[in-house]
């Protein structure tokens, strides 16, 4: 049975909202446990506080088309659960591993609100789209600030592994 | 124990060939099943050639420190185990979890190399470096063209899908 493109744009919907929910729940894990790297403790905590407002304009389309948000899709956790395995991980490296995947998770919001935006445009669902645009730049500009931050981080994390110190987090 | 940085150097490359082993797998596995969507297929055709060199790159750099590449380290294959299960995963919009995957894993790989880059500067490791930003280049020019192809690959799957056709992969 083909779908419609209401259908599509539907579906990408409540996946991006499922990867959402997935992405509050990896950084309030990270945020939490963060004590040696303040700058990626602001990010995270700034980013999640945005990320909240994307979940309502996801849940607010989706309303809008009389749906609502369902479980988390089976395909997005499968993508997500390791990112948050990586969240708790206790490694000397842990913050390491973290911050290779906040950039790789942004980078797959990135590509999922892209999508998202070309969806809702073949769906003829322009009133929405100005919303997402703001998120997708959320994301992009939360990307950089972590790719900013992977030198700095590292060179903490070399520092205070060679001085002995607790370095992991 | 404290490390030192020549230790850390020698785990990042560890960890990072580790990285590029896996990149081949999940590439191989998707470029076989794709069959729709030609310029992603080329892409990765390219983007598996340079992954052959960066992972030469790679295992130079560790026999110049007399070492060699290890098993793979449960960390890393943590993060990219699941992005293999994205790329076999037979679901209606497979095509569309593995560009969003695709995106996520060279930013990943970005992210590995430029820590990688720092952690070699404070170990003093001028001579490998060169080939490594050449590797990172290669992952950023990547990443840029799957980026593009976001886009161009939904409004095809949203096509085919309208159509009643094959639009999976």
Redo the contacts between chains.
């Keep these: ?5 209401r259908e ?1 744009y539907v ?1 990408a919907l409540k996946n991006t909202h499922a990867l959402e929910m997935q992405a509050l729940q990896i950084m309030e894990r990270q945020v939490e446990r963060l004590t040696r790297y303040p700058e990626m403790e602001e990010a995270l905590r700034r980013h999640i506080e945005e990320t909240h407002g994307q979940r309502t304009r996801l849940e607010e389309a989706l309303q809008s088309l009389g749906d609502s948000p369902s479980a988390i899709k089976e ?2 956790l ?2 997500v ?3 948050m ?2 969240g708790h ?1 206790p ?1 000397q ?1 842990e913050i ?2 973290n ?3 906040n ?6 919001e ?3 609100y ?2 998202l935006l ?2 809702g445009e ?1 769906a003829g669902q322009g009133g929405s789209l100005t919303g997402f645009r703001q998120s997708l730049q959320e994301e992009e500009a939360m ?1 950089r600030r ?2 900013e931050l ?2 700095p ?3 903490r994390y ?1 520092d205070l ?4 110190e607790k370095a992991d987090r």
Tied chains: 1, 2.
């Design positions: 049975m083909a779908l419609d493109t599509i579906t395909g997005i499968g993508f659960g390791n990112m395995a990586l991980t490694a490296d390491l591993k911050t290779y995947a950039h790789a998770f942004e980078n797959f990135i590509a999922a892209e999508s070309t969806i073949a990307a972590v790719r992977i030198g981080t590292t060179k070399v592994t060679i001085a002995g």
